[in-house]
C-alpha cells in the first residue's frame, strides 16, 4: 500500500478506545431501530410493540405505517396514558433522517417514563425499503430503492439482513 503525505480529515481528530466505542455504539442500540428491524418486529407480531406515528394529521392521512398509533408530539403528554399501557414498548417514527420529530417524540415517551426507541430513517427508508403504508387508496408498496436494500429480499426478511 501506497501512502502519501496529504493531510487525513479522518484521522485527524483520533479515535475513541475501542472500550469507549463500545460503549458508545452499545448505548445507540438501546434508543434506535432500524426500519428493517421494525419491520421484522411487527410481522412477527411481537407483543406490547407499539409503533407511534408522531407527525400531523395531514401527514398521516397521506400514508403510514400498517398498526402504527397516529399520535402527534404535542398530544403525546396528554393522551399516551390513555392510548399506551406502561409495559409496551415503544417506537416513534417521524419524515425521514432530515426531522427530528421521531427525537422529539421518544423523548416525550420516555419523560413519561416508558421504554422506548426511536425508528431511524423514519416514514421515508420505511417506503424506500419497499415496506406498505396505508394511504387514502389503501395499503400500497412501492418498489425498493437500491441504495437502501436488497432488491431481492425475501418478503418479511430484514432487507439489509445486517
Same mark, same amino acid.
Given at each position: 500500500?501506497?501512502?502519501?503525505?496529504?493531510?487525513?480529515?479522518?484521522?485527524?481528530? =483520533?479515535?475513541?478506545?475501542?472500550?469507549?466505542?463500545?460503549?458508545?455504539?452499545?448505548?445507540? !442500540?438501546?434508543?434506535?431501530?432500524?426500519?428493517?428491524?421494525?419491520? +421484522?418486529?411487527?410481522?412477527?407480531?411481537? =407483543?406490547?410493540?407499539?409503533?407511534?406515528?408522531?407527525?400531523?394529521?395531514?401527514?398521516?392521512?397521506?400514508?403510514? !405505517?400498517?398498526?402504527?398509533?397516529?399520535?402527534?408530539? +404535542?398530544?403525546?403528554?396528554?393522551?399516551?396514558?390513555?392510548?399506551?399501557?406502561?409495559?409496551?414498548?415503544?417506537?416513534?417514527?417521524?419524515?425521514?433522517?432530515?426531522?427530528?420529530?421521531?427525537?422529539?417524540?421518544?423523548?416525550?415517551? +420516555? $419523560?413519561?417514563?416508558?421504554?422506548?426507541?426511536?425508528?431511524? =430513517?423514519?416514514?421515508?427508508?420505511?417506503?424506500?425499503? =419497499?415496506?406498505?403504508?396505508?394511504?387514502?387508496?389503501?395499503?400500497? $408498496?412501492?418498489?425498493?430503492?437500491?441504495?437502501?436494500?436488497?432488491?431481492?429480499?425475501?418478503?418479511? +426478511?430484514? $432487507?439489509?439482513?445486517?
Amino acid at each position: 500500500m501506497t501512502t502519501t503525505n496529504v493531510a487525513s480529515r479522518v484521522l485527524a481528530t =483520533g479515535f475513541a478506545s475501542p472500550e469507549e466505542a463500545a460503549t458508545y455504539f452499545a448505548r445507540r !442500540l438501546t434508543v434506535e431501530a432500524d426500519v428493517s428491524d421494525v419491520r +421484522a418486529d411487527l410481522a412477527a407480531g411481537v =407483543g406490547n410493540l407499539v409503533v407511534v406515528d408522531s407527525r400531523a394529521l395531514v401527514a398521516w392521512e397521506q400514508g403510514h !405505517l400498517p398498526g402504527a398509533l397516529h399520535l402527534p408530539t +404535542a398530544e403525546i403528554a396528554a393522551r399516551a396514558g390513555e392510548l399506551i399501557p406502561r409495559a409496551s414498548a415503544v417506537v416513534t417514527y417521524c419524515w425521514g433522517p432530515g426531522c427530528n420529530g421521531a427525537t422529539r417524540a421518544a423523548l416525550a415517551f +420516555a $419523560t413519561l417514563g416508558y421504554r422506548v426507541k426511536e425508528m431511524i =430513517g423514519g416514514y421515508e427508508y420505511w417506503v424506500r425499503e =419497499g415496506f406498505p403504508v396505508v394511504t387514502p387508496l389503501g395499503e400500497l $408498496t412501492t418498489p425498493v430503492d437500491p441504495l437502501t436494500a436488497p432488491l431481492n429480499a425475501p418478503l418479511n +426478511a430484514p $432487507t439489509c439482513a445486517c
